[in-house]
T-cell receptor
Framework: EDQVTQSPEALRLQEGESSSLNCSYT??????LFWYRQDPGKGPEFLFT???AGEEKEKERLKATLTKKESFLHITAPKPEDSATYLC???????????FGGGTRLMVKP | EPEVTQTPSHQVTQMGQEVILRCVPI?????FYWYRQILGQKVEFLVS????????KSEIFDDQFSVERPDGSNFTLKIRSTKLEDSAMYFC?????????????FGPGTRLTVL
């Protein structure tokens, strides 16, 4: 059974204070690791897909990296509008089902 | 930019009643999904649907649940006899095809409250 664990559960940062979110996973065969952003009461918004160890993707202040056991979402000089819950998910072998972690709730204070 | 839409945004029902949640996936997408998120918990997979058939379902998706694509645009989730524990946000998602980097795009969700 695929498992995804995210840490920390919550993270408070000052505006401009860079940090990283962690996603540890165990899967029988990685078909893709996905990062989503979720605002309160909304659906997950796609950010990145990573497929192989060593791969990196960047978008504005966010950079996602992948190893064989975990992924990191690095946030550089965050702004208050980056406040959200960040979800990590893995795609199962059959390519149908995403298994999500519990998310990291990020709060960025001005 | 194309997006997944869902109606209604909030549905309140009495225990034992049937509800139908509706979704319009992105128009050129071929794979459709339902997930749910109980308040404060993880997003959980319910079912995937392709070519008018269920391709995979979770243990949550029991005989009380069904899905249908009644026409070329809508994708529905029916709960036959709702229970209190069915209260959750229900998200529809769609995916273009099964290529390597084809992510699932999620709708805004329907909040289902069972009283």
């Amino acid at each position: 059974e695929d498992q995804v664990t995210q840490s920390p559960e919550a993270l408070r940062l000052q505006e401009g204070e860079s940090s990283s979110l962690n996603c540890s996973y165990t899967v029988s065969g990685l078909r893709g690791l996905f990062w989503y952003r979720q605002d309160p009461g909304k659906g997950p918004e796609f950010l990145f897909t990573l497929y192989s160890a060593g791969e990196e993707k960047e978008k504005e202040r966010l950079k996602a990296t992948l190893t064989k056991k975990e992924s990191f979402l690095h946030i550089t000089a965050p702004k208050p509008e980056d406040s959200a819950t960040y979800l990590c998910a893995v795609l199962n072998n059959a390519g149908n089902m995403l298994t999500f972690g519990g998310g990291t709730r990020l709060m960025v204070k001005p | 930019e194309p997006e997944v839409t869902q109606t209604p945004s909030h549905q309140v029902t009495q225990m034992g009643q049937e509800v139908i949640l509706r979704c319009v996936p992105i128009s050129n997408h071929l794979y459709f999904y339902w997930y749910r998120q109980i308040l404060g918990q993880k997003v959980e997979f319910l079912v995937s649907f392709y070519n008018n058939e269920i391709s995979e379902k979770s243990e949550i998706f029991d005989d009380q649940f069904s899905v249908e694509r009644p026409d070329g645009s809508n994708f529905t989730l029916k709960i036959r006899s709702t229970k209190l524990e069915d209260s959750a946000m229900y998200f529809c998602a769609s995916r273009r095809d099964r290529g390597l980097y084809n992510e699932q795009f999620f709708g805004p969700g329907t909040r289902l409250t069972v009283l």
